[in-house]
Each structure stands twice: as structure tokens, then as C-alpha cells.
């Protein structure tokens, strides 16, 4: 560690000196690798946003452009703007609306039976909404893999990408807060040193409703319709009143929602349609045997499939024009693979234009979604097991092969252009297992029946219309669980667990040789990382405490030296108590200039904020009690501009005393 970083560390209060370590950083350095054609214009955004993610603590080792400087000479020229490109290689457009159609029932025939839908669904879609936005708390035995390259967004919330805001219930621009509980919209003044309440709104029969914000407009999102078979409803509001909010458009998709994301003024969506409800019949109780009776009932429901229109298999939306196919049978594509049966459909606006869409589809499920600054990947789930097997037709069913598929494509504004796809052995946890960095795709994987009993880290190039695989790193943990991931630019912490916690460092300085670093087993497991400089962690999870009993616990990691990371300190929580974070990072927030961290532990039903301070690696902590039941998963911790913070409970929001 230079004497610069050190004294980083050792300041115990104030901002750190970024440009001084910026500087010292890039000197030496070589020269960045220069990036794919395919990215867009949108890099130069990417750069801002990063560099304004080192200033809060969050990025490590970004290193500067000394041709930006005075006398360096002319910029380099930038690469032309993505220009949209045809479905090819691993995807391809269907030829018609009839050859799609063909498609779909050609796919449902092998999946029906004597009782309808006779296939194993390993990815639960109707928990697509819940593991994307947070609708509900899963359990705190989930072993979610999460990767962190996390900064609080303009907006306010935690988020996994600089750059990429992400909806939550609660979004500000400095001086109007806006919240949103159940199905109620309220506005309040935050640029004083009170909260002020100042107007609300009814969102209808919105559920779970979460929002994001841009400019004067709140862009909500939520479910509607049959619990089953939920749709997703956009509702725009506009709060250039801010007492006054008002309702401008609402547009209705009949498919779930498994990603929202927003770039600047555009927003994102992607939805999944599912294997549709349809009319099947069931085997009678009585006349023949039981062999015929199922093979009728079969009979009839293939003949259900058969009957079947483009209506059933593509997304409608509904605005106030009307109801209409969401894409057009050529936007949408046909994988050459044999995955899933779904459709999945991007969809991309402006949030000042909600019925102005860019569209595009994949015949085939996918629920993992990823996006960077301009790009978004969509990728199967691999069956770990192995197993399962389609009851009728005899054939393996969604993702059982081992392997995760991964399609790749470039964003430009609201829209989105194929760029390839590829697969990698292994099973890929969910969106926080990915991460892309320098034009390479980087993917923690664990084990299927096409690998060991580990996981890997597993680096991808696009080269042409594929994603090929560069480089990868196996035995990460050897019959071990993946807890959590935290992406840097030129490395990651994983962690692992089984009975005791391996913290693992991984260089990737050369992405296509992945290089296992040092090891550190402690006690316990971190589900939740997060940087407090360029040489320190906090992990949040579990582990034993007073008399071996488990309860939450929060490390502090020194990292400086790749080869040997080491916990400075730890601080154990009451037993019973749950790190919140490690299930949903919107409920961790790092003030840098404060050097505090605020996070939500739970014990039971009560809720407390844990403010946590960190001085030469060592961790003080306070907690306050905030709120209890249900809405222990709402509360939120706002910074504002001018070192203050708002709290959001479930009732209430006011200023939070640091």
C-alpha cells in the first residue's frame, strides 16, 4: 500500500484525496485496451459515470486519460454509432408470422400432456418480479449469488451498475423525494433540513409497484392482473406539480416483468410471456383403462395446441389506442438451441414517450437479465441437477443440458441490436453472477453435471456473430456454495461457503487467464460486498457470535495485497438477527465522505438502522430502531446533497441523524 492510500485509510473523517491516487494509478499503467466496434457512442457517458463512481468509493484502479489533458494532443477518434443489425448466427428471424407461429406449436407439442403442461420449470417465473425488484424478501437461508460494482445512483438507491439506475420505492433528485407504498404515490420536499410532506397519488390496482425517476417524470412499474399469471402495467406520472401529482399514460403488457433498468431518459424492460393458459382437458375417471383415457385427454390437448394463435405465444400491450402485438413477428428470434419454451421481449422507451416503443423478442426463455452501460445479455439458467425429464415426450426439458446460454446486445438510446450469442458450461445463478468489463463478458458459474463439484469464473469475447469463451478459472471453491461476487475492473472477491467462509481473490488483469490469488476461511459468510476505497471491503452476512450462536455479522477486509486478503476486524451482531443487504443491496448505503455505511438489521420483527464507521480497519457500530413487521424490507437510507440522509419507513420519512 502507498503512503497516499495509506493515509486514505487512515483519515478518519472527510473525503479521500481521489485525484492525487487517480494520478499515481495511471502513471505506469499501460494504455486501456482498446474496445470492440460494437460499442456505442454511449462510452463517453460511461467514462463520466465512472469516474464520478471512484469519487464515492466504488470503482478500484480506474485509470485516467492523459489525452484529455492540455498540449496532449487531438482526442481519439470515437467509433461510428451502433446501427441496428439483423438476427443471424445463433438467432434467427422468423420468415413469417405463419413459420413463428409453426414454431411455437412444433415446441408446445413435445411439452403437453394428458393434464396440460407437463414440464419441469426450474426458473419460477411468477418470481421473476420478487427477485428483480424486490417485491418480497426471500428467505435469509438464500444462497444468491450477488456481484457488487455498487454506487448509489442519482436517484438515491444502491444499485449494481454506475450509470444503470434501477427502480425502488424510493427515488430523489436532491430536493423532491418521491415514494411509493402499496399502491400510493407521495411526494415530499427533502432540500431543507425537515421533510415536508407535499402531495399524493392513487395508482390504481398496481402491485408491488416500484418506480424510477427522470427529470419531472415518475416512471412506476408493478403487476397486475391474476396472481398466476401476473401482467405488467407502466404507469407514467408526471410531478412537475409537485403537490399535484398526475397520471399521463398507463400501458399494459400481458407478460412478467423481469428486469427494469434505466439509462439517462430511457427505460428498459423485459418481459417474460411464459408457456400460455390454455383450455386442456383432463383424463375422465371412468370408460377404458387408465392408458386410454390419458392417451385421449392427450390427444385432445395437442389438439388445443394445435389450434393455437400468434395472440397466445407473443406479447400484447395495451395503451389507450388500443390492443396490439408488442413485437412484430421479425423482431422476433428463433435460437437454433432447444431451450426453453417462453418469449422473451425487450422493450425500450423514453420515459417522456411510455407508448413510443422499441421492440425485439427471443422465442425462448431467458430469465437472467444483465445490463451494462450499453449492453444488455440475456441468458438461460442451467438445471444443476441434470434430472428432469418431460414426462410425455421423453425429451430433457428448460436448461437441463448443464449449460447457460447467452445472448449479447448492444444498446443505442431505448433501442437494442443482436450482436451473437454463446454458451458456457455451468449454472448461472441470476443477474448479480455477471459483469462485463473492457468489451468481455465475465460470468460466475456453479457446478452442473457438465462440470466439477465447483464453480468458475468463465471470461467471453464477442469475435463475429459469438460470444467465445477467452479464459476461465475453475475449483473456485470446491464443493461449495458461491455466496456472493464483487466485481472490480481487473479483479473479484468470491465468496464461497460450506461451513466456513473462503474469500477469494481473483485476478483478472488478463481476462483471458483468470488467476486464483489468495485464500481467507473465516467463520461464517458474506452474501453482501461492498468497497469502501481501493483497498478495503465490508462484507455483510452470517456467522457465529457470543457462545457460537449465529447471527448477522459485518467484516471489515484489507485487499491491498491480492495474495493474502486478511479481515481487519468483525463485529457480530445478537443472534437471530438477519444482514438485510445480503438480500437486497438497496438496504445498504455508503456516505464516503462520512466513512459510514448504513444498513438494515433485523431481529425478529424489528427493524434497526446499523451505523457502522470505519477507522485504520477497525468497525464501530450503532444501532437505532426504526420499524417493525412487513415493512422492515421498506426501509430505506437516502443520501442527499449536503451530508444528510433521509430515512424511509414504512409510514414515514424524515431525516436521518448521523
Sequence with gaps: MSDLERLWDEIPVGPAPVAAIVRRGAAGRPPERRRRVVRSLVRAAVVGSVAAAFVVGVMVGQPTDDRARPGAGPPPAQPPPITPAAFHGDLQAAASCDALLDH????????????????????????????????????????????????????????????????????????????????????????????????????????????????????????????????????????????????????????????????????????????????????RRRGGTWRERNRAALRANRAVVRQTTLADWVPQVTTEKGREQLVACGDVAIPKAELGLDTTAVVGFSAASPTELSTLGLAASA?????????????????????????????????????????DFALDGAGASYVGSGEVEGALADRWSVDEHDGVLRLAVGPTQETGDFSSIVTLEAQDDELVEVGRLDHVGDDETIQSVRWFDELAFVVTFRQVDPLYAIDLSDQTAPRLGGELKIPGFSDYL???????????????????????????????????????????????????????????????????????????????????????????????????????????????PGDRVALVTGEDVEMFPL
Design 530 to 640: 461492498h468497497p469502501l476505497g481501493p483497498h478495503r471491503l465490508v462484507g455483510m452476512g452470517q456467522g457465529p457470535g457470543a457462545g457460537g450462536r449465529w447471527g448477522a455479522q459485518v467484516s471489515a477486509f484489507e485487499i491491498s495485497d491480492l495474495e493474502a486478503p486478511r479481515r481487519t476486524d468483525v463485529h457480530a451482531y445478537a443472534s437471530g438477527t438477519t444482514a438485510l443487504a445480503g438480500q437486497d443491496p438497496r438496504q445498504f448505503t455508503w456516505l464516503p465522505r462520512e466513512r459510514v455505511a448504513l444498513t438494515v438489521i433485523q431481529r425478529g420483527g424489528t427493524g434497526y438502522v446499523s451505523v457502522l464507521t470505519f477507522d485504520r480497519g477497525r468497525i464501530a457500530d450503532r444501532l437505532v430502531e426504526v420499524e417493525h413487521g412487513r415493512d422492515v424490507s421498506a426501509v430505506r437510507l437516502v443520501p442527499l
Design 367 to 407: 430469465p437472467v437479465a444483465y445490463e451494462s452501460a450499453d449492453h444488455l445479455y440475456l441468458a438461460t439458467q442451467a438445471d444443476p441437477w441434470g434430472c428432469c425429464w418431460d414426462t410425455v415426450s421423453r425429451t430433457r426439458t428448460t436448461g437441463s443440458t448443464g449449460v447457460t446460454h447467452v445472448f
Design 104 to 283: 411455437y406449436v412444433e415446441r408446445a407439442l413435445e411439452l403437453v400432456g394428458p393434464h396440460g403442461w407437463d414440464v419441469y420449470e426450474y426458473y419460477d417465473r411468477s418470481a421473476g418480479l420478487t427477485r428483480d425488484l424486490g417485491a418480497d424478501v426471500p428467505s435469509p437461508t438464500s444462497s444468491e449469488a450477488k456481484a457488487y460494482r455498487s454506487v448509489s445512483s442519482d436517484t438515491g438507491t444502491n444499485v449494481q451498475e454506475a450509470g444503470v439506475d434501477e427502480p425502488d420505492h424510493v427515488k430523489t433528485d436532491g430536493e423532491l423525494l418521491v415514494r411509493v407504498r402499496d399502491a400510493e404515490l407521495t411526494t415530499y420536499d427533502v432540500s431543507g433540513d425537515e421533510v415536508a410532506e407535499l402531495g399524493s397519488l392513487d395508482l390504481g390496482e398496481l402491485r408491488h409497484p416500484e418506480i424510477l425517476l427522470s427529470g419531472d417524470t415518475v416512471v412506476a412499474v408493478g403487476a397486475v392482473g391474476r396472481l398466476a399469471s401476473p401482467g405488467t402495467r407502466v404507469v407514467t406520472v408526471d410531478v412537475g406539480d409537485r403537490a399535484t401529482p398526475t397520471v399521463t399514460d398507463t400501458v399494459d403488457y400481458d407478460s412478467a416483468l423481469l428486469s427494469a433498468r434505466q439509462h439517462g431518459a430511457d427505460v428498459r424492460l423485459v418481459l417474460s410471456s411464459g408457456l400460455p393458459g390454455l383450455d386442456f382437458v383432463q383424463p
